[in-house]
């Protein structure tokens, strides 16, 4: 106690006085200085707060022009589909729209061109020649002949029907140097199609009705291995 008369109270003292202050100080920062040392960490300056708003801005733009890359392959897949419908379609009226047919000014020379066709095989195109001759309504002294090679080209097409059609045809006119031939086709055309019966009937009737025919020979052998 005399010591502390002294002066060395102090010892005693600051000790205490110290742990106080730091008490005080660690106390009022707690309360107060929370607020400032949050707003010292997370503040942001002006130019930061734009660019971040840019680099949003920029996000969000090239999500949008992602988008808008995959519906522009979309339309562009759509618009190819369009067009290769449209391309069938028009290649389908085309296969349905008829040729032009081919007009008919000279009736002989259309004839011998019909049959120059013919020779070359170009059997459809020999038949519309054929045909346009018909529509122009030619003599009789020429339209038997025209139906004859009508069918004759319908043969070759392996149109055996319509093919007998025209043969027939030919018996129509008084006066006709293709009957025989058009008799001899018409049994043919039985053969062809597999009735038989038919086909034999139709070469002897070529034999009976043309005996002079130079087809006689060649009926007989045919129906000769009809039976």
């Known amino acids: 106690m005399k010591s502390l008369l002294r002066g060395d109270w102090w010892r005693f003292v600051l000790p205490l006085m110290i742990f106080s202050l730091v008490g005080s100080i660690t106390l009022g920062g707690c309360a107060g200085g929370g607020e400032f040392a949050e707003e010292g960490m997370f503040a942001r300056t002006p130019e930061q707060i734009t660019i971040d708003s840019l680099k949003n801005v920029a996000g969000m733009l090239k999500q949008r022009n992602a988008g808008l890359e995959a519906e522009r392959r979309s339309q562009s897949a759509r618009i190819a589909g369009l067009e290769t419908n449209l391309r069938i379609e028009r290649e389908r009226v085309k296969a349905l729209t008829p040729p032009?047919?081919?007009?008919?000014?000279?009736?002989?020379?259309?004839?011998?061109?019909?049959?120059?066709?013919?020779?070359?095989?170009?059997?459809?195109?020999?038949?519309?020649?054929?045909?346009?001759?018909?529509?122009?309504?030619?003599?009789?002294?020429?339209?038997?002949?025209?139906?004859?090679?009508?069918?004759?080209?319908?043969?070759?097409?392996?149109?055996?029907?319509?093919?007998?059609?025209?043969?027939?045809?030919?018996?129509?006119?008084?006066?006709?140097?293709?009957?025989?031939?058009?008799?001899?086709?018409?049994?043919?055309?039985?053969?062809?199609?597999?009735?038989?019966?038919?086909?034999?009937?139709?070469?002897?009737?070529?034999?009976?009705?043309?005996?002079?025919?130079?087809?006689?020979?060649?009926?007989?052998?045919?129906?000769?291995?009809?039976?």
């Open 100 to 227: 032009p047919k081919p007009k008919v000014t000279d009736a002989m020379g259309a004839y011998e061109r019909g049959l120059s066709m013919f020779r070359n095989q170009d059997y459809e195109e020999a038949m519309e020649m054929f045909m346009a001759l018909l529509e122009a309504g030619v003599s009789d002294d020429l339209a038997d002949n025209v139906h004859y090679w009508l069918g004759e080209s319908l043969y070759a097409m392996r149109n055996y029907s319509d093919a007998m059609e025209h043969f027939s045809h030919v018996f129509n006119y008084r006066v006709s140097e293709k009957k025989d031939d058009a008799q001899l086709m018409i049994a043919n055309c039985y053969v062809r199609v597999g009735d038989n019966r038919q086909a034999g009937a139709e070469y002897q009737k070529l034999i009976d009705n043309y005996p002079t025919s130079e087809y006689v020979v060649r009926a007989r052998e045919a129906l000769g291995k009809l039976r």
